[in-house]
């Protein structure tokens, strides 16, 4: 089997690499099993040197890295930029708090001294998209290795030089070779490195198909993974709302990376009285965004980063069109079989409809009117996913009221939803479960040990009789 650098914009295949056997993948496991042994007694000063270091190169290599990206899925170079830069924060972020939020925890009890100690769990394996090639790993690589554990890393099959560059950035900045690997293998063999004993947990982002596949492996070898699957994420916007910025942002958050992102927005729930005001706005802002050469520093959204994806996303919408959905923005693709796709917005969206129900992994704009606020948060729960929402209004106090009755792994107010390494991230319902950055993060893939010292009693020297 070969894996395959291919660039969306120009259509061309880059590069071809041979996918690892079982064997090598087995040895590679065989050294970073006996790595993990060593390095969870290391210090977390040690880990932090070459985290900082790691985070420092990434900014050296932030150019070389951001191309990358751009050739293997399609990428806005500035955008490439962004995330790089990102990901040295975390890095950052980690090297400085890990000790404090894995310090042990003193616990009051009967015992003379008891407390909650955080220890690695050894190797964990993670499976990981192509839309947001460096961040998606870092995300778990940083905690995981500032918490003593190692890490093997399968990328998506599109991604092979940017999976390899990232396990270069961490032996460069110093990491013990076998402390992070990547596997350049398919779908295949991830049930194989599951079931075998040496690997403690699984970390996924990806599809809820990928979810399911790997939760019911790992669930079998009774093992830890944590999920974070696809999101439809609700954009609410009440009368109330200051609707030049809600709109500029939408159009914003909907094309956060071409549309490809779980915490893009997805469902623009608007309520009536200004529901063709905000489609206007909103369309206005789409059109001015450029598209072009993913290389070119003007180049705000590039092309879908493969053709079928492209051609799975008409599919939803020409479905949702047949089946009563309106079409208020043309775009989309110029012909089957291409990359490019461009923003459209679609409305009168129905429960029968694929809009209504599935995620639309690009950008495609849904708008769904809403009779009033309580209507607004039934159609913003009314989906299987629940990763991010946000909502619009003036009234802050109302909105962070509504905030908590959306069911959503994190909701935003007056707030394009986004990703950062202080606060938790992660879904509920069929967007997954755990979390990823914060303390949160860094304590998914750590035994939470309790030890209870009881203390030892002095023994006394029985009383002597006394003699008259």
């Known amino acids: 089997m070969a894996i395959e650098s291919f660039n969306p914009y120009t259509g061309r295949v880059e590069r071809r690499f041979q996918a690892f056997s079982w064997a090598k993948t087995e040895r590679i496991l065989a050294q970073v099993a006996k790595e993990a042994i060593t390095w969870r007694t290391t210090s977390f000063a040690h880990r932090a040197e070459r985290m900082r270091r790691a985070g420092q190169l990434l900014r050296d290599r932030q150019n070389e890295l951001a191309h990358m990206m751009a050739v293997e899925m399609g990428k806005p170079i500035t955008d490439g930029r962004a995330e790089v830069l990102k990901c040295a924060l975390t890095c950052d972020y980690y090297a400085e708090h890990a000790e404090e939020f894995l310090r042990d925890e003193p616990i009051k009890t009967q015992a003379q001294h008891s407390f909650i100690a955080y220890e690695p769990l050894g190797v964990v394996l993670a499976v990981m998209p192509w839309n947001f090639p460096f961040w998606q790993v870092v995300r778990f690589a940083a905690p995981a290795l500032m918490a003593g554990n190692v890490g093997l890393l399968k990328h998506a099959s599109n991604v092979p030089q940017c999976a390899l560059a990232l396990e270069q950035v961490f032996h460069d900045a110093g990491f013990p070779p076998a402390t992070f690997r990547t596997l350049l293998i398919g779908s295949e063999l991830v049930e194989k490195l599951i079931q075998d004993d040496r690997v403690k947990a699984v ?14 492996t790992a669930g079998a070898q009774i093992k830890k993974t944590v999920l974070e699957l696809g999101g439809s994420d609700a954009f609410v916007v009440l009368a109330d709302a200051d609707l030049e910025l809600a709109a500029k942002t939408a159009a914003q958050a909907r094309m956060i990376n071409s549309g490809q992102s779980c915490i893009a927005a997805k469902r623009f729930i608007v309520e009536k009285p200004i ?56 775009g989309g693709q110029s012909k089957p079989g291409t990359a490019l796709f461009r923003p459209m917005i679609i409305s009168n969206i129905k429960p029968s409809q694929p809009a209504y129900y599935e995620e639309l992994f690009g950008p495609v704009a849904i708008i769904m009117e809403a009779k009033n606020e309580e209507d607004a948060i039934r159609l913003a729960n009314d989906s299987r996913f629940g990763l991010g929402a946000s909502i619009w209004t003036r009234d802050e106090k109302r909105g962070e009221t509504l905030a908590r009755r959306i069911e959503a792994g994190a909701v935003f107010v007056n707030s394009m939803v986004k990703s950062s390494p202080e606060m938790p991230f992660g879904g509920v319902k069929k967007s997954g479960y755990g979390r990823e950055l914060s303390y949160l993060g860094i304590r998914e893939f750590v035994n939470q040990k309790s030890i209870w010292v009881a203390g030892t009693q002095k023994k006394t020297a029985p009383k002597q009789k006394k003699v008259e």
């Not at 970390?203 to 019911?216: K, M």
């Not at 450029?290 to 079928?308: K, N, S, Y």
């Open 275 to 330: 529901a063709k005001e905000f489609i206007s706005k909103m369309k206005t802002h789409l059109l001015a965004m450029r598209t072009g050469d993913p290389l070119d520093e003007a180049t705000q959204f590039g092309p879908l980063a493969r053709p079928d994806l492209a051609d799975d996303l008409t599919r939803q919408v020409d479905e949702s069109v047949a089946k009563g959905a309106k079409v208020d923005l043309h």
């Open 203 to 216: 970390t996924l982002t990806g599809s809820e198909p990928a979810g399911a596949q790997v939760a019911s």
